[in-house]
């Protein structure tokens, strides 16, 4: 069984917190990341400045953040399939910080 690597290559920004994703099968995905911002590596995006410091590494072509933030271009890529679990997954995050 195989299955396609993806590679983002190319975003803009749309609204805060919200990019559209492309990759390299000429696909798409809007994403507003707000609802999974949360725990030691993701919360920081909250601030909107830090936020919009994203890039897209080179060599592992996603998207990644100053702090080593970053998202496996198959999740960003199928994420209505992923963003479900990843927002229950923050909130338990939020609550273990709490």
């Known amino acids: 069984m195989s299955h396609h690597i ?3 290559v190319g975003f803009e920004t749309l609204a805060p917190y919200t990019l559209r ?3 390299d099968d000429n696909t798409a995905q809007t994403i507003d990341f707000r ?3 949360a725990g030691e590596l993701y919360s920081p ?3 909107v400045n830090f936020f919009n410091r994203v890039k897209i590494d080179p060599e592992v072509h996603t998207l990644v953040w100053p ?3 970053d998202f496996d271009p198959a999740t960003l890529h199928d994420w209505p399939s992923y963003a479900q679990a990843l927002q229950q997954r923050a909130r338990q995050w939020q609550t273990v910080r709490s």
Do not use: S
């Open 6 to 8: 993806y590679r983002v």
């Open 21 to 23: 994703v492309r990759f």
């Open 35 to 37: 609802p999974v911002l």
């Open 45 to 47: 995006l909250n601030d």
């Open 67 to 69: 702090n080593g933030a």
